[in-house]
């Protein structure tokens, strides 16, 4: 499908701490959402496009974030269908109202802050849940909360989309192979510690969605690859992952030499994104499930 929408980028620099909401969720400022949706935009949106949203569809974006994906679910179910877009964030909710303001044939929106743990919304409310990166955040138990209350906001027979990333696949080439892997190894363990699912999930989410009671319909793997040399988009991404990173990296038992070379790197990320074999990979995977009977 073509692309018709840009996002709407905040004057000046985003922050290069933990880029976090009033929620306190790390990595999802909206600021940093849109560097990130706009440097994967061609995979995302070709995600979106094949869970199948039909015209007139009642459509709820649970855990929207800063909107990004809001046009294109405009765009396919078109003004006799409904968006809804909720998410914890006031701040995020805000971006999300502003994004779908010039949409074209723009169908009802709607826009509530909440929690998917508790949906404010009716039985049987939405022909499609779709949910991007949010499960990431859950504990195993808060997923099954999460997936129980999207089972009964769903129609008979309704759709829930859910789309994570395996970031053990994730690469930033040439970094050092074993700082990056240490790195990576210390990063997913706390998650491990906070009982969250963790930004790992994507992979596991078939199973996991299996066992909460829905069907799966199909699921899905996306590379999503940047070699050099990186547009602007990626570089301004992983440049702000980078010091994001960094930021971290001190709170991990890493050895005093990997400490090193995240501070050499973060006070210059152009030593990596001006390689000539700079190689930027992630991965994800949107498994797309229906509602079986309650």
């Known amino acids: 499908m073509e692309v018709r929408y840009c996002r709407r ?4 620099n985003i922050s290069t701490g933990k880029n976090s909401t009033s929620t306190g969720h790390e990595a999802s400022d909206a600021s940093w959402l849109d560097l990130h949706f706009e440097s994967s935009r061609p995979e995302y949106e070709d995600a979106l496009t094949q869970v199948g ?12 974030g800063g909107g990004s994906f809001l046009p294109l679910i405009c765009e396919l179910i078109g003004s006799n269908g409904s968006v809804t877009a909720l998410d914890l964030a006031p701040e995020n909710i805000q971006r999300a109202e502003d994004l779908t303001k010039d949409v074209p044939d723009r169908p009802k929106v709607r826009t509530r802050v ?5 949906l404010p919304f009716n039985h049987a409310s939405f022909d499609c849940v779709w949910s991007a990166n949010v499960m990431q955040y859950l504990t195993p ?5 999460a997936t129980d209350e999207v089972r009964r906001v769903l129609k008979p027979g309704g759709i829930l989309a859910v789309k994570d990333f395996d970031s053990t696949l994730l690469q ?3 970094m050092d192979h074993g700082v990056f892997t240490r790195f990576m190894t210390a990063r997913l363990q706390t998650f491990r ?3 969250v699912l963790g930004t790992d999930c994507g992979s596991s989410l078939p199973g996991l969605l299996r066992d909460a009671g829905m069907e799966i319909v199909w699921r899905k793997g996306w590379l999503v690859e940047r070699w050099a040399p990186a547009g602007e988009h990626t570089r301004d991404y992983v440049r702000d992952l980078i010091s994001y990173f960094t930021t971290a990296a ?7 030499s990997d400490q090193h070379y ?4 973060a006070a210059n990320p152009g030593s990596l994104l001006d390689q000539p074999d700079f190689c930027y990979r992630e991965f994800f995977v949107l498994t797309v499930c229906r509602n079986a009977a309650i």
């Open 114 to 118: 909440g929690s998917i743990l508790s």
């Open 141 to 145: 138990a808060e997923f099954q909360q």
């Open 193 to 195: 510690d906070k009982g």
């Open 250 to 256: 001190p709170d991990y038992a890493l050895p005093e």
């Open 53 to 64: 949203m039909q015209r007139g569809w009642d459509v709820l974006d649970a855990g929207c």
């Open 9 to 12: 980028f905040a004057e000046g």
């Open 172 to 174: 930033m080439l040439p």
């Open 262 to 265: 995240w501070k050499e790197l």
